[in-house]
């Protein structure tokens, strides 16, 4: 019979990444196709939240993840029908931990070609309006709202 962690971990992180002035970064996926994110991933079993975001930044972009801040804000949604598969057997929701981190300036970026086919820095209104999850687009918003650069009126 097959243990939990047979499956997926029903766990992940988004990780916004950006610069003071509020530029982020997007990334395209393989597939599907047109579908604009943060960094994303999921927990590996016996790996924590933090770990799990620092690994994620590097594997997607290159980056290395010193700065990394856990926004301390959780949130829990329906896997879909179509990725149950990968989770064990009754697992239909994904609880998700929010992390953001802070680069001086635009950096270059090393794409995972697995995942990703393209990226973009946008300005966050931009951001806002591209991304596709509900979460990730709640992410950026909280950003928006928190960072002094809103607040000066910087982009």
Not at 50 to 62: L, S
Not at 101 to 128: K, N, Q, T
Not at 139 to 154: M, Q, Y
């Amino acid at each position: 019979m097959p243990e939990p962690r047979d499956f997926k971990r029903p766990e992940s992180v988004l990780v916004v990444i950006h610069t003071r002035a509020l530029e982020c970064l997007l990334l395209e996926r393989v597939e599907p196709r047109e579908l604009w994110q943060s960094v994303t991933g999921s927990l590996r079993w016996g790996e924590t939240a933090q770990e799990c975001a620092a690994r994620e930044v590097y594997e997607e972009t290159g980056l290395a993840a010193s700065g990394l801040r856990d926004a301390a804000v959780r949130h829990t949604f329906p896997i879909a029908l179509a990725w149950r598969s990968r989770y064990a057997p009754g697992t239909e929701h994904n609880l998700e931990h929010l992390w953001y981190l802070e680069l001086p300036s635009i950096a270059a970026v090393r794409l995972a070609p697995r995942e990703h086919v393209a990226f973009e820095w946008l300005a966050i209104d931009a951001a806002i309006a591209k991304v596709w999850s509900w979460t990730n687009r709640e992410a950026l918003e909280r950003l928006a709202r928190s960072s002094p650069a809103a607040a000066s009126g910087a982009s």
